[in-house]
């Protein structure tokens, strides 16, 4: 009756596969590029006269696509700051591998993140089971960083100014608590006003957070079902 269980990711994970692998050094003029940072995204750095070749090279090559830093669509959130970014970010198709190496590296790491995180293999599991939660309720898709708001939320304790959305989390919280009285609401996205201990009839004396991994998909498919 007092204790609500969670759980969730940071982020979901794709399968990599040598089949899908592009090494970016044969393909762009090696005396124009200045660094690389290695990962997904993929960063490069080149020289500001070539940067627009580079980049139409790329996206002919295909299974990737690229941008000038400042030129990211803004549903990445990524900033312009000219030394802790490449002025070209590249991501690959989800699945794919990038490199720039001056021979073909086999692909080691079987799965990783990073992609496009439109993609469904980019999102992660949520589930929620307690006394703040509806029910037989089926969440969509939301934005991870709303984990913040949810877990305000369930604290009882006043957000600092944050990215989230409320209205895409708060229909998964009981309208009214176990015990009377209703849940705290605002219309303001990204903010919850008005909570206090005292009005918040869920938490609990002493509030512990558990973090453990999950070792398999047995243990998995055992946990879920719990839901």
């Excluded at 669509?73 to 190496?101: C, K, Q």
Aim: aromatic share 10%.
């Amino acid at each position: 009756e007092r204790i609500n269980f969670i759980v969730t990711a940071d982020h979901g994970m794709a399968a990599l596969s040598p089949e899908r692998y592009i090494n970016l050094m044969p393909l762009l003029d090696t005396t124009q590029v200045i660094r690389t940072v290695p990962g997904t995204p993929f960063g490069l750095e080149v020289k500001e006269e070539y940067a627009d070749t580079a980049i139409r090279i790329l996206r002919r090559t295909g299974h990737m696509k690229a941008w000038r830093r400042e030129q990211m669509p803004r549903r990445f959130h990524y900033g312009t700051h000219p030394t802790r970014l490449t002025n070209i970010i590249v991501i690959p198709e989800t699945g794919w591998t990038l490199d720039y190496a001056a021979e073909t590296r086999p692909v080691r790491k079987r799965g990783t993140h990073g992609f496009d995180n439109r993609d469904r293999d980019m999102h992660m599991v949520f589930y929620a089971s307690g006394p703040a939660f509806r029910k037989g309720y089926r969440q969509g898709s939301f934005q991870n960083q709303n984990m913040y708001l949810i877990l305000c939320r369930l604290l009882g304790i006043e957000p600092a100014p944050n990215d989230g959305e409320w209205k895409d989390v708060k229909r998964m919280f009981r309208n009214k608590y176990p015990g009377g009285g209703n849940p705290p609401v605002t219309g303001i996205p990204g903010h919850i006003s008005d909570i206090s201990y005292e009005k918040h009839p869920l938490i609990p004396d002493v509030f512990r957070i558990f973090v453990c991994a999950i070792p398999n998909s047995k243990a998995y498919e055992k946990l879920t079902r719990v839901f």
